[in-house]
DNA sequence: CATGAATGAGACTTCATTCAT
DNA sequence: AATGAATGAAGTCTCATTCAT
């Protein structure tokens, strides 16, 4: 029964990153009034505050990758998957735009817990499962047509991360953006342009 | 003769920007030893840690924005000018890749000093001068013909920073990145592909 | 369970400050340690030093009106009373004679603390059960025929604040003063010359 | 000519001692500021921080024991000279109603600087002065025949002391107290009272 | 297991004092 | 003689962590 409380523990710590921007300003009083737990109980769970944090952002990307590996399953088609990739990053964005570099898998991020060098491994293995789905994504739009060729490596990151950018300035300048759903056409727009011949 | 010594706290502090990733981890102390002066010296400055912090980043925008605007008045054409604004990028996120963020004017880079409210105004000022500049250089691109149409601001914004997420891909990845002079070449094509017809 | 613990900074603050005269010149490291705590949990049970001090100065207080009006209610006669009432000032300046200003409820003693509108206010309360029991006093004096006239409050006042101004007087300079016990006789006259016809 | 610097330190250090109540609550900075010369210029004339206050303190004793003594030197009358006391009392108070202790010379106000062992001597000097002065005062009540007895030096303390204290309320408590003048009367009235047959 | 009172290391900040100008 | 920029010791306060209950 202790996973839940692990949980509980993740979400307030999560919720408390995507406020703060600024990881060594969480207190641990906060995590645990927000988990509604006591302080020492915290402690019963992980070592420091240093590793709260870092398994809460492992969590959160797990969480991610298991979604969105089981979204790719359930479409088929590339406009379709890449409509949900695009609509599912928007969403994380609206409830957090601090967020971007934690969603855009920026190993910056990790900066603090990876001083713990656990962390980076694991996170190493995360970027590669990320990675891995999003050239699942990619080489759809070229088995169905819609781009020529096979792009490098570095050339679909550039378009994916391209696509994601072209949304995260919406999110920050919505008065000198197209609506909620023209956006996403244009995200879908940069990634064809960028990649087709 | 206060200046010389202001901005010797502006550099020590900046460069513990650079490494640190994380606001509030830096600590009054380092920054008065790396400026080579006294603890208390700080505070004959500035009022408080966050305000050292918070001016050392519009210091360095102020900088930036400053040679910039310099380097625009002497590169007449687009091509060399855009080449110059990456390479000039490029060459700040060598020097420390966590600083992607406030490389990219993100607001949310400045949420701790923002606290202040006088800061939030300082940096919006100063994020308009700096898309002053790059709106001047999209106009080149178009007043020379190489994009066709003056595009809007929300996609002269996407098509540059898409430039700039070029690079930095190329930073984070060297190895499975095109060599350092080839990543300007496929960051300018980046720009004429998403602008041009 | 925590007010023993608050009692017991209280009672190192008071030591402290009967000792210093002076209250900015306390420590709270000095202060925790004659509690025989940490220094944080000084904090656990106050906001600042000021606090600390201030609720330490109203806690004495409380305790001596507690007892004084027990002392008053215990003791029906005027003269056994005044004299347990000069035989208490006494003692307490015995302890220290930098207290006089405290003991004597004169507000400039509250000047620090008082500074947070809240003891002011608290202070002000306490001065006027302080008076209400002198007042009480004063009246049996009359009502046993000892003095005719009611007097006027700054007259009793004076009378009584004449008295511990002799007893004062003693502590100071006990070579050039009566016995330990005939200044008692000597306070005690002074009130009565004060108010007798 | 370092005689009217030195003076101008003494008036900064003592109406920020009528303001504090506080000695160590006072900055060497502010004295300088009030003085109206720079900060290291008061170390030109004084060794520390409590020197100035001591030094500051004995500078204000010397001058009104000066004047005190001129003034009983034209007023051959006890009644008038005793008013006279009383006025100056009263308006000393008036300028500031913490500064009781130091006007009564309460040893205790010298607490801070008599750390330094010169003042302590200094200050017993100027009390022995005070005291040979209000001795003379109360001897001439006797010459006048206004007091019969010559009193014990313990009672005309007590007498005059008790008399100040009379003032002291009527300052503390000015709605419950006798006008302007009549608190002289009052004031007058208890010398006698307690010294009168 | 869970708690939260207690702790003290360590950070921020102040300010008396120095000293080069 | 006068200054005030520079300093660092020392004080206030915070908060991660422990541990007795």
Known sequence: MTAPKKNLIYEA??????ESNDFSSIKVADIADRAGIGKGTVYEY????????????????????????????????FKEAYYGFLRN????????????????????????????EA???????????YFALLEKL??????????????SRFDWQTAILSSLTCIYIHQHFPDESPGEEAVLDKAYAVYVKLLGD
Not at 90 to 113: C, D, E, W
Not at 119 to 129: A, G, L, T, Y
């Open 46 to 77: 992980f070592q420091s505050k240093e590793q709260v944090i870092g398994e809460a952002l492992l969590y959160m990307w797990e969480q991610a990758l298991e979604s969105f590996a089981l979204f790719l399953e359930e479409n088929e088609g």
């Open 13 to 18: 710590a999560l919720s408390l990153v995507y």
């Open 119 to 129: 962390f980076k491994f694991r996170f190493e293995e995360m970027r590669e499962k």
């Open 138 to 151: 990619a080489a759809r739009s070229v088995s169905e047509g819609i781009i020529k060729d096979f792009p």
């Open 89 to 116: 990053f928007k969403m994380q964005l609206g409830k957090n735009r601090h967020i971007y570099k934690l969603l855009t898998m920026n190993p910056a991020s990790f900066s603090v817990p990876a001083a713990i």
